[in-house]
């Protein structure tokens, strides 16, 4: 009996500040650009214990309904429920009806956002790492940041190779496989080959120029628009595969750095489906 105690107190003898700290680590606040609001968004995280975390992309009123249903007093997400300045709490805005039950519920909310996108290993890499690509670089590096005594470079997007060649259809057929699209949105560009690859997570279509200069033969990203889809057909194949698709494994890569410090505690994907674009 009192060894069976000793594991459940040992199970969730983690606090809160020691996940956030090891999320810190990996993807440090300063990273993130000057008009994100990544961090602690809500919550007296000094002193709690975690009871569970709940992994989301976004913050909604149904994924904070979801943590109190399963236990979790900690929400992790990679955007920021609280990204613009929020005057009242009258329940009015999805946003605010989140906070107020994310209060009432004693659970802690923590957003890894643009750092998490430019940190080493973060997001970009992760959607390397799915569509099988190898020697992944930065496509554009930004600033070193040290880790422990250990020099990471902090940037946007990568670039990285196939294994071997592909057709174009082949490989746009592979990338709605990896990221579950039922369509893609492409542009008019007839690449005879796909073997040199950039992406980026969510909205990188400012990183175009980078990999047409780096020999990228595609560039993959969540947002494009359509205004900056002219004009690439003959330097480069452009594939929009949506926001929430190109991040969708974002949540594997927070699961890796908390478990790895808190392997016993129980870390859950959010089963709520929050992304608001309906394909129909």
């Known amino acids: 009996m009192h060894s069976k105690r000793g594991k459940s107190t040992f199970e969730h003898h983690m606090k809160i500040k020691d996940i956030l700290g090891a999320l810190e680590e990996f993807a440090p606040l300063a990273l993130q650009d000057g008009y994100d609001n990544a961090g602690l968004q809500i919550g007296l995280a000094e002193d709690a214990e975690a009871t569970g975390v709940l992994l989301s992309l976004d913050v909604t009123e149904d994924v904070v309904n979801e943590a109190v249903l399963r236990g979790c007093n900690l929400i992790v997400s990679h955007h920021p429920v609280l990204f613009h300045p929020v005057k009242t709490f009258t329940g009015k805005t999805h946003v605010e009806r989140a906070i107020l039950k994310a209060i009432k519920n004693d659970i802690a909310i923590y957003a890894a956002h643009t750092n998490l996108d430019v940190a080493d290993g973060g997001v970009n890499f992760k959607m390397a790492e799915k569509l099988g690509l190898q020697n992944v670089e930065l496509l554009s590096p930004k600033e ?137």
């Open 144 to 280: 070193a940041y040290m880790v422990g005594n250990k020099e990471h470079m902090a940037g946007e997007g990568v670039i990285a190779s196939l294994p071997a060649a592909l057709a174009r259809k082949e490989f746009m057929e592979s990338v709605k496989e990896v990221f579950h699209l039922k369509s893609l949105r492409v542009n008019n560009a007839n690449p005879k080959t796909i073997k040199r690859v950039a992406l980026c997570g969510g909205s990188g279509a400012d990183l175009i120029p980078q990999a047409i200069e780096k020999g990228a033969d595609v560039f993959i990203t969540g947002e494009i628009g359509y205004h900056r889809f002219f004009g690439f057909e003959k330097d480069i194949l452009l594939l929009e595969i949506g926001h929430y698709e190109s991040e969708q494994y974002t949540i594997e890569l927070l699961r890796d750095v908390i478990c790895k410090v808190a392997p016993t505690l129980r870390v859950c994907k959010a089963e709520t489906n929050i992304n608001p674009i309906i394909y129909l």
